[in-house]
């Protein structure tokens, strides 16, 4: 097995996290939590040696971290793009968000582009429904996005590196009516189209 | 009588700092937990119970009988939860309080644990909440300097220590048991009850758990009693609720109501009514889980337990969301479908399997290759799925909105179909099949 290590200041925090339990077993999120943010994702190794340290078998941390949608068993991009996809945000527009840095970044959802600075992936709620369309970039919330904000919001997270302290969701000012009515999905629309052309025939 | 701000007043007016100590205390924040300290578990217990206060997590159940089923002979430690786990589609209330006035919430948590005779408590917050995270961490050192946690807090001879936990992406960790599992280290994964948590719940102990809002009502309850706090809204909804307000609507946001606030004038009032251009399709009061209303159903519905469950939906966490008729009710169904199958955490059949199949069903239908059969299939699957055949309510969130959407908008599914659908018979399918929906007792 490789050797796996982290950081002396991780393994102090380490300590002090399990500490705060009643039991070991309990420190397993925020102790994979610190793996992820040292490593940038979890690999095998380090799950061997997180169930060392909690003494658990390492199918259960396994189990752990692919049960849960925010940890990374494999290498993400610079910038982690998670874009919500639930009713509040699909109802406005949030597939017209998606498709923009689909098509900017030439990946779909699961993909990491291929200079390794943008990972896209659709999730679900994110609790930030009355400003939707809206994603979390890294730990950091983008809120009442539109397809000309992401164009403008990407060339600005290629250009920098991630801040982990820098959590302050930006909200931009609501989009004008004209804006959203480009952006809503028009499913209905397809039965009034096939309407309007029997109409012509 | 016009109920007050119980829960937003404070982060209304001090906007930016009204997360801080020093304007907490300066607006009367800290005096309920001393007021607390002088009283007996049983008194508080008591003031809770007469407050008719009900759980604002989404099942309503009332906050002090929550509290009594605590074993006070118990020799093991007791825990106070507070789920912080904010995941129902449509809601952001819990956010906006951890936000913006992150003490309230950990002062109810103390009068909770002082209730319950609690040494260790745990907020769980779910993994994206970095930013509240960040607040309430502040506010958790803040409490800390002052002596208001450790030993003997505010020079009391009680202990209090919390613990925040934080999660990693999963909508089940929001169930009580599943929250749990969670904070135990484990995928969280709901558990059979009994035993409910309050006999053995977190680490095998008796342990009690509330959600963020419910908590930050405690406070007020404490200061002004509970026969104050029953004043406002109706006989069986007391009080005041957080709504979460999303759509195509003028003025989306977090809301204060009394309970019993008319459903309409809220949309055409507050929210500020459509969108230009947008009509009312439907509403989903309580969050994704409940069924929608039609603006039929809307007109006359209060905002409350009763009324809402008249109109057969619930008040749920209050995650309001409004839909417009340019979206049709296939495509809400498929998104929402999409969400239970992601979520089902697997255990139970009917759920695992259920939700997917909803969604492949709804898929097909959309794609233009559906049949009535496929319309009836899903009716049918829904009602194998929901009324206690699994092990928590996921199976159910999912079954209510697929009868629900079809029941209410059948032409939205049959007009996709590939064959024409008869109408009457699919009314009759919606008819063997609907008793699964809420409806008053």
């Not at chain 2, 799925?385 to 928590?392: F, N």
């Not at chain 2, 590939?418 to 109408?423: I, K, L, R």
Request: a negative charge.
């Amino acid at each position: 097995m490789a050797v796996f290590t982290l950081p002396d200041a991780a393994l102090v925090e380490i300590d002090r996290t399990i500490a705060r339990y009643p039991e070991k077993q309990a420190a397993m999120l925020p102790v994979l939590w610190t793996v992820q943010r040292e490593q940038g994702w979890i690999s095998p190794d380090a799950m061997a040696w997180v169930a060392d340290r909690l003494g658990c078998s390492a199918a259960a941390v396994q189990s752990v971290v692919t049960f849960y949608t925010m940890f990374d068993d494999g290498p993400v991009g610079k910038w982690k793009l998670q874009v919500c996809r639930t009713l509040s945000c699909e109802l406005m527009g949030a597939r017209a968000v998606i498709d923009r840095i689909r098509e900017r970044l030439g990946i779909e959802a699961g993909e990491t582009s291929e200079d390794g600075v943008f990972t896209l992936q659709e999730v679900e709620c994110l609790a930030s429904c009355g400003t939707g369309p809206m994603m979390q970039c890294n730990f950091k919330f983008y809120e009442n996005l539109t397809p000309e904000r992401i164009d403008a919001l990407l060339d600005e997270l290629r250009a920098r590196e991630p801040d982990p302290d820098d959590v302050e969701p930006v909200i931009y000012e609501r989009p004008a009516i004209d804006v959203y009515r480009a952006m809503f999905p028009d499913s209905l629309a397809r039965e009034r189209t096939g309407g309007a052309e029997v109409e012509a025939q | 009588m016009n109920a007050p701000r119980i829960l937003m007043q404070r982060g209304l007016d001090h906007a930016g700092r009204s997360h801080r100590l020093g304007t907490y205390e300066q607006t009367g924040g800290y005096r309920a937990v001393r007021k607390a300290l002088e009283m007996s578990p049983e008194a508080l217990l008591d003031e809770v119970k007469k407050s008719g206060l009900r759980g604002r997590g989404g099942a309503g159940f009332p906050t002090g009988t929550k509290w009594s089923f605590i074993p006070r002979d118990s020799e093991k430690p007791r825990y106070l939860l507070c789920n912080s786990d904010e995941s129902e589609p449509g809601t952001f209330k819990d956010r906006w309080l951890l936000e913006n006035d992150p003490h309230l919430v950990l002062e109810g948590m103390m009068i909770a644990a002082l209730t319950i005779d609690s040494r260790l408590m745990f907020n769980y917050f779910r993994g994206e909440f970095t930013f509240p995270l960040q607040r309430w961490r502040q506010a958790v050192d803040e409490a800390y300097a002052k002596g208001y946690l450790g030993e003997g807090i505010f020079g009391s001879d009680r202990d209090l220590e919390v613990v925040t936990h934080y999660g990693a992406g999963a909508y089940i960790a929001g169930e009580e048991t599943g929250m749990i599992e969670s904070l135990e280290g484990k995928r969280a994964q709901p558990r059979n009850k009994p035993p409910f948590p309050a006999v053995e719940g977190l680490f095998g102990s008796p342990t009690v758990i509330n959600n963020t809002e419910t908590l930050a009502t405690i406070p007020w309850i404490v200061t002004n009693g509970g026969d104050a706090y029953r004043q406002f809204g109706t006989e069986k909804s007391r009080g005041t609720k957080l709504w979460s307000c999303s759509g195509p609507i003028g003025q989306p946001g977090v809301y204060e109501l009394e309970m019993g606030y008319d459903l309409m004038e809220f949309l055409d009032g507050e929210l500020g009514g459509m969108l230009d251009g947008v009509t009312l399709k439907g509403i989903i009061p309580g969050g994704s889980s409940v069924p929608v209303l039609t603006p039929e159903e809307c007109r006359g519905a209060k905002l409350d337990y009763e009324s809402l469950r008249e109109r057969g939906s619930l008040v749920g966490s209050g995650g309001f969301i409004v839909i417009g008729d340019n979206v049709s009710a296939a495509d809400c169904l498929l998104n929402l479908a999409r969400f239970y199958a992601h979520e089902s955490c697997g255990q139970c059949t009917p759920c695992r399997e259920g939700c997917g199949w909803i969604e492949q069903l709804v898929d097909k239908i959309l794609e233009g290759h559906g049949t009535q059969a496929d319309i009836e299939r899903i009716l049918r699957l829904s009602d194998q799925m929901a009324g206690g055949k699994t092990i928590c309510a996921l199976a159910d969130a999912m079954a209510w909105p697929a009868v629900a959407f079809i029941k209410k908008y059948p032409e939205d599914f049959a007009d996709l179909c590939a064959e024409p659908v008869d109408m009457d018979a699919l009314s009759a399918a919606v008819g063997r099949h609907d008793h699964i929906l809420p409806r008053a007792s």
